[in-house]
C-alpha cells in the first residue's frame, strides 16, 4: 500500500512511539479536554461517499504550536458484511493505526482518546488532518477487507464537539446494555484482544460476556464479531478449555493463550481478582482498582479524575504501577462496564470490598453497587486522607472493618504460622513490593519455603524502626 503522498512515513514500526510534551507540537483531546471521542457507525452503501475527508473546525496549521484542542473523530462503514456488531472493533483499530504515523500517538479509546503530534513530523509537512484521513481509509480498507466504502469526519470546533458528544455516549451506553444479557458460564469461547502490545508487550486481554476488556471499548459480542470476519487480526477467539476454578475465573484455555501470547511471561490468570493472579494490565484501561492496605481494601479512580486519590497519589502515578502488561497485585486496570457486572473482583469480595470511589463514578455505576455497601464507600466527599477513611468505614460499619486487626491497644500481635513440618511451602511464585505504592521495587519468590516460628506485627512510633 502507497503512502507516498504522506509527508511522513507510516509503519508498524511506530507503534509504541511516545510524544513527550517538550516535543510536542499540538496537543487534541487528552486529559485538558472534557469532550472528546471517537465513533465508528455502520452504514448502508447509499449512505457513504466513498473515502470523503471532511474537517469541521481549525486544521493543524491552523493551531498554534503548544496549544490544546477538542476532538471528534467519526468513521462510517459500509458493505455487505458490515455489521453494528463491528462498530466497537473498528473505533479500536483508530488507536493502532493513528499509531502507525511517525510522530504521533494515540492513547486510550472511546470518550478518553488522547492525540498528540510531534514538531519534527509537523516541520516534515504533517499540518493537516487529510493526511490522518487518508492513512485511516487506506489501512481500514486494506487491513479489514468487509469494508467496502468509508469516510471519516475529523471535528475540532468546540461547539460542534460537544453537540456530538452525547449522541456518541449514548450509542457507547447502548452497545454496553446489549452484552449484559449473557454469562461466562454460558459460552465456551471468550475473545482476546493484543492491540496494546506495541505499548505492553506481555498484555492479554481476555473478554469474556462478564469482564468486558480494559479499555472499555470491546465487549464479548464486539470480539467475536471481529474474530468471525478477521481471524488472524488482533482480535482472536480463546477456547475457554477446561475449568480450573470457576469462582476465580481460572480456566486452562486463557491461560495457554496468556503463556502463547506473553511469549510465556504470563502462565497462569484469575479473571475476577485484583491480588491473585490478576488480569494484566495494559495503559489504556478507564480506570483502576488500587490496595489501600492501611484499610485492607480496594479504592477505585478513572482516567478523568483531577488531583490526588484518597493516598495522597493521582491516576498517573496509580497508572505507572499498574500498566505494562505485569500482574502487579492489588493494581489492577478494569473498566467502567466490568464494575457492572456480577463477576466484578468477586475473588477478593467484590464492592464490599471497595473503600474509595470517586462521586462520578459512583454515579455512573451507583444501581450495580449492592444496596447494603453503597453508602459504605467513601468518595472523595468524605474522605481524602487515610485517617479520614479509617473514621469513615468505622463510622459506616463497612464490611473491610471485619477484616482489620485491631492492634491499637496493644503493642505487638502474634499470628501463628500454619505449614507442613517446620516451614510455610508457598508453591509458584508470589511477591512482595519495597519502596511504597507510588514505585520501588518488586521482590518476587519462586517456589519458596518460609521458616518462621511466628509473625509479630508491632506497632511503631515516629522515628522507630519498623520490624
Known amino acids: 500500500m502507497s503512502f507516498e503522498d504522506i ?22 483531546g487528552g486529559p485538558t479536554m472534557e469532550k472528546k471521542y471517537e465513533l465508528a457507525l455502520a452504514r448502508s452503501m447509499d449512505e457513504i461517499e466513498d473515502e470523503k475527508i471532511t474537517i469541521i473546525g481549525p486544521d493543524l496549521k491552523d493551531m498554534k504550536e503548544g496549544s490544546y484542542h477538542p476532538l471528534g473523530i467519526f468513521i462510517e462503514v459500509a458493505g455487505k458484511e458490515v ?39 509537523f516541520q516534515k509537512g504533517f499540518n493537516s488532518l487529510e493526511y490522518l484521513g487518508r492513512v485511516l481509509i487506506r489501512l481500514f480498507k486494506s487491513e479489514m477487507n468487509i469494508i467496502e466504502r468509508i469516510q471519516v469526519t475529523f471535528i475540532t470546533d468546540p461547539e460542534e464537539v460537544a453537540k456530538q458528544y452525547d449522541e456518541a455516549i449514548n450509542r457507547y ?15 465456551d469461547t471468550f475473545y482476546g484482544c493484543s492491540l496494546c502490545q506495541s505499548f505492553a508487550p506481555t498484555h492479554v486481554c481476555t473478554i469474556t460476556p462478564q469482564r468486558y476488556a480494559n479499555c472499555g471499548a470491546i465487549s464479548w459480542f464486539d470480539g467475536r464479531a471481529a474474530a468471525r470476519v478477521d481471524p488472524k487480526g488482533p482480535l482472536y477467539a480463546i477456547a475457554k478449555g477446561d475449568t480450573i476454578d470457576e469462582f476465580r475465573g481460572e480456566y486452562t484455555g486463557v491461560n495457554q493463550a496468556y503463556t502463547e501470547k506473553s511469549l510465556g511471561k504470563v502462565n497462569s490468570v484469575a479473571l475476577y481478582s485484583a491480588f491473585e493472579k490478576p488480569h494484566t494490565s495494559c495503559g489504556c484501561f478507564e480506570a483502576i482498582a488500587f490496595v489501600i492496605p492501611e484499610v485492607d481494601g ?6 478523568d479524575f483531577k488531583g490526588e486519590t484518597v493516598n495522597g497519589l493521582p491516576f498517573s502515578s496509580l497508572a ?11 493494581f489492577h486496570g478494569i473498566s467502567i462496564e466490568y464494575m457492572r457486572s456480577p463477576k466484578f473482583l468477586q475473588v477478593d469480595g467484590g464492592w464490599d470490598r471497595i473503600v474509595w470511589i470517586p462521586e462520578a463514578i459512583r454515579d455512573r455505576v451507583g444501581e450495580y453497587i449492592p444496596d447494603e455497601v453503597r453508602s459504605k464507600i467513601a468518595t472523595e466527599k468524605d474522605a481524602m486522607t487515610i485517617s479520614d477513611l479509617k473514621s469513615f468505614l468505622k463510622g459506616k460499619t463497612h464490611p473491610v472493618v471485619d477484616r482489620w486487626i485491631e492492634i491499637e491497644d496493644v503493642d505487638e500481635v502474634e499470628l501463628p504460622m500454619e505449614g507442613t513440618g517446620d516451614y510455610v511451602a508457598v508453591p509458584g511464585e508470589f511477591s512482595a513490593m519495597v519502596g511504597g505504592v507510588g514505585g520501588g521495587l518488586e521482590i518476587i519468590f519462586k517456589n519458596a519455603k518460609i521458616y518462621a516460628e511466628k509473625v ?5 512510633g515516629k522515628g522507630d524502626t519498623k520490624k
Open 7 to 28: 509527508p511522513v512515513d507510516v509503519g508498524v514500526v511506530y507503534e509504541g512511539e511516545r510524544v513527550r510534551g517538550k516535543d510536542m507540537f499540538v496537543e487534541l
Open 83 to 121: 455489521e453494528p456488531d463491528l462498530e466497537g472493533v473498528i473505533e479500536r483499530r483508530i488507536h493502532e493505526y493513528v499509531n502507525f504515523v511517525e510522530g504521533m500517538m494515540h492513547l486510550n479509546q472511546r470518550y478518553d482518546i488522547w492525540i498528540r503530534l510531534s514538531k519534527k513530523s
Open 173 to 187: 451506553n447502548e452497545r454496553d446494555a446489549r452484552a449484559r444479557g449473557l454469562s461466562d458460564a454460558e459460552v
Open 298 to 303: 480496594l479504592g477505585i479512580v478513572h482516567r
Open 320 to 330: 505507572d504501577s499498574t500498566a505494562g502488561g505485569r500482574q502487579v497485585p492489588g
Open 456 to 460: 509479630i506485627i508491632r506497632k511503631t
